[in-house]
């Protein structure tokens, strides 16, 4: 018989996982957030893990909140719940229910970055390393016991887009490896050490906001760390100046934080609090996301020398 798994999850993150466990076992019940996304005709979007659960004529539940269908998952013929970035809190009654009881595969290295944002944070506050933990789900966020964990190196070239993709993956192997370990009794758990406990929860709308004050280094981590969802953004001309992609120039600042220093054929050169980033693709207010060497093509250059980006 092959081991009936309980899937939870929402994002895109989530697809590569699930794919591999509709191959390889029999999921008999996929859980995801309500669909929220629309399309230009205002059309509600399935989430991605629905519409794969469809394609494969499984039954999806979406409960606003998950306690509301406790019985109906209750009442499922599963031997484990496996779940990934669904984004609620499973209610304690599920998380010993099952033979095999629930995990979660977490986008960090536990206890480093609890919470529903690891892979932003990690970018964002700089990390050389991340990884994936698979853990035994707990009543408190993210706080279970360590099954399994894997590392992968944050490069300087990756964004939240790229380190994404390859914890997806990441997660998606380390599971199939894990699952056959849990059905047969070779798994060893560890504690996860409190004292090392940091959060990485949802990114706030504040958080979004670049701060030309602080060192280049900063700036660069927080672009590329929300790009490209949500994005990083800055204030020019009383407009939103998204930005998505930059660099950081080994050139000290030449004037005040923010104050665009000069242009080159494809670049946007801007002060931080110690050197120069240069700013590569851009979503100004109201225009279409674009590279800075198409959007300098239709604008008077000389015009945003000096200007100030708040």
């Not at 996304?37 to 394609?55: F, I, S, Y």
Request: glycine share 6%.
């Amino acid at each position: 018989m092959k081991l009936k798994i309980i899937f939870m999850g929402t994002p895109s993150f989530a697809v590569p996982i699930l794919e591999a466990l509709i191959k390889n076992y029999d999921v008999v019940l996929v859980v995801s957030q309500p669909d929220r996304m629309k399309d230009k005709k205002g059309n509600l979007l399935p989430t991605a893990t629905k519409e794969l659960a469809l394609k494969h004529n499984i039954n999806v539940l979406q409960p606003e909140k998950l306690k509301d269908a406790t019985d109906i998952i209750l009442n499922t013929d599963a031997d484990i719940i496996i779940t990934c970035a669904y984004g609620q809190f499973v209610p304690e009654v599920l998380l010993n229910h099952f033979k095999y009881k629930a995990i979660n595969v977490h986008g960090s290295l536990l206890p480093k970055l609890r919470g529903g944002a690891p892979i932003h944070w990690a970018l964002i506050n700089g990390f050389s390393e991340t990884g994936i933990t698979i853990m035994y789900m707990d009543k408190k966020m993210d706080a279970g016991d360590i099954i399994a964990q894997e590392k992968i190196k944050i490069l300087d070239t990756d964004n939240l887009d790229s380190l994404y993709e390859k914890l997806s993956i990441l997660g998606r192997e380390l599971l199939l490896k894990t699952i056959p370990l849990i059905i047969d009794n070779k798994i060893k758990p560890i504690k996860q050490d409190d004292n090392l406990v940091t959060y990485g929860l949802n990114i706030k709308k504040e958080e979004e906001k670049i701060d030309f004050n602080k060192p280049a280094t900063c700036v660069f981590n927080l672009i590329r760390g929300l790009s490209s969802n949500p994005g990083s953004y800055c204030i020019y001309d009383n407009k939103r100046l998204k930005i998505y992609s930059a660099t950081i120039l080994d050139e000290k600042a030449d004037d005040d934080p923010g104050v665009i220093s000069y242009l080159d054929k494809d670049g946007i050169i801007v002060n931080c609090q110690d050197k120069k980033i240069k700013i590569l693709d851009i979503k100004l207010e109201g225009k279409k996301r674009c590279l800075v060497k198409d959007y300098l093509n239709g604008i008077k250059k000389e015009e945003l020398i000096g200007r100030k980006l708040y």
